[in-house]
């Protein structure tokens, strides 16, 4: 996307180099990576990342006017429905497609959103071990706003940790230690004092919460919540308390959040940078060219359920209609030069949602599959996770 930037990178790489890399993020977390990190950046230039900075605006604040409590619509499940809700979650993510309009200007394509937090610290700590095995310009950064490293993570420790003592302060997941996402939390104690805790293991008195270290029993105050509900329904861990009840905690994000801003909302979202999307109950006639959606299912994430190739008959079939969208199909635009062919790009675009949402940092994920993803670049080269730099 900056052609100096990209052939200079491809020119220097070395497999030597990026072996050397995951060396090193192995050895600072004594473990393997659970998910593969690509080989190469990706390198946008002003114009572009104006772009896609408008776009991510923009959806961000279209969903700032999104009126829930007058909808007819269900945004959470009965049965996952968690009191105290806030006025908006802390964490936003959009994630765009990179593609190309008719006259072959990149344009972000909406894909998926979330109110739920994602890799907020392994992406500082990505950025700082890239910077020491690659030869990066220094006027290059993943952050916005006038971030850089040491400000990025002092506003993440404004935001969740406040006037809060860190240990009183935890990341809630089930069995954390065996999340393909462990390096994060592993990160994020590291960075911000916050100790992964297991859903198994937190001690309910009334409507207050506590977890021990070392015999030592500590209070509650904050949740740095990253439970997702379809792997809590399948997993064999369960609460040690009631997670539905209403305590004296905060949460960060609040539950409610992972199902209201998700697959839910995007046929709410109209916008030249969101792809038509329909919920299937309020469709008297599918679309003539069904081949160009997919179809999604409201209540299922990580891409469980989604059916890329669908027919007038699959959709006849589904009785819950309310619970599924269609969504156009985008094309990705192979973007990323690399040493065996291009590759495509889809950006997540992260935010903290304090007084307003702001734009703070991002992550990037290469694909030459068929879709993003694991299943669709297996035995591939230049794939995987990493991080969009910008001027």
């Not at 429905?81 to 993510?93: A, G, K, R, T, Y």
């Not at 008195?205 to 270290?213: A, F, S, V, W």
């Not at 409201?298 to 059916?307: T, Y």
Request: aromatic share 14%.
């Amino acid at each position: 996307m900056v052609r100096e930037l990209r052939e200079k990178f491809n020119a220097d790489f070395t497999d030597e180099k990026y072996n050397a890399l995951i060396n090193d993020i192995e050895n600072k977390i004594n473990r393997k990576l659970d998910f593969r990190i690509c080989e190469t950046p990706l390198f946008l230039d002003k114009k572009n990342i104006t772009v896609l900075v408008d776009a991510a605006y923009e959806i961000a604040g279209i969903i700032e006017k999104i009126d829930f409590g007058n909808s007819h619509r269900t945004f959470v499940p009965e049965k996952y429905f968690v009191p105290n809700e806030d006025s908006h979650p802390l964490f936003l993510q959009i994630d765009f497609a990179i593609t190309r309009d008719e006259e072959g200007n990149i344009l972000p394509q909406l894909i998926e959103l979330q109110g739920f937090p994602s890799l907020y610290n392994f992406q500082a700590f990505l950025d700082s071990e890239l910077r020491k095995f690659y030869d990066l310009p220094s006027e290059l950064t993943p952050y916005f706003n006038g971030l850089d490293y040491d400000s990025y993570i002092e506003k993440l420790k404004r935001a969740m940790i406040g006037d809060s003592n860190p240990e009183n302060v935890i990341l809630l997941e089930i069995d954390p230690y065996n999340q393909k996402t462990w390096i994060d939390f592993h990160i994020a104690e590291m960075q911000l004092g916050i100790k992964p805790v297991c859903i198994s293991d937190v001690i309910q008195e009334g409507k207050n919460l506590y977890y021990e270290i070392d015999g030592r029993k500590i209070k509650i105050d904050k949740i740095y919540n990253r439970v997702i509900f379809d792997e809590l329904e399948r997993s064999e861990i369960k609460p040690s308390f009631n997670f539905f009840e209403e305590f004296n905690v905060t949460w960060l994000s609040h539950p409610n959040w992972f199902f209201k801003i998700s697959k839910n909302i995007l046929p709410l979202i109209k916008s030249k940078y969101a792809p038509p999307s329909y919920y299937l109950d309020e469709l008297s006639v599918y679309p003539g060219d069904l081949e160009n959606y997919v179809l999604k299912p409201l209540f299922s994430f990580a891409g469980s359920g989604v059916k890329i190739e669908i027919s007038q008959n699959d959709l006849d079939k589904i009785k819950d209609k309310e619970n599924y969208i269609l969504q156009r199909k985008v094309k990705y635009e192979p973007v990323i030069k690399t040493p065996d062919g291009y590759a495509k790009a889809e950006v997540r675009m992260m935010f903290l949602w304090e007084d307003k949402p702001e734009l703070v940092n991002n992550l990037l994920r290469v694909s030459k599959g068929k879709m993003i993803g694991v299943d669709y670049n297996k035995n591939k080269t230049w794939v995987g996770a990493n991080i969009m730099y910008h001027e």
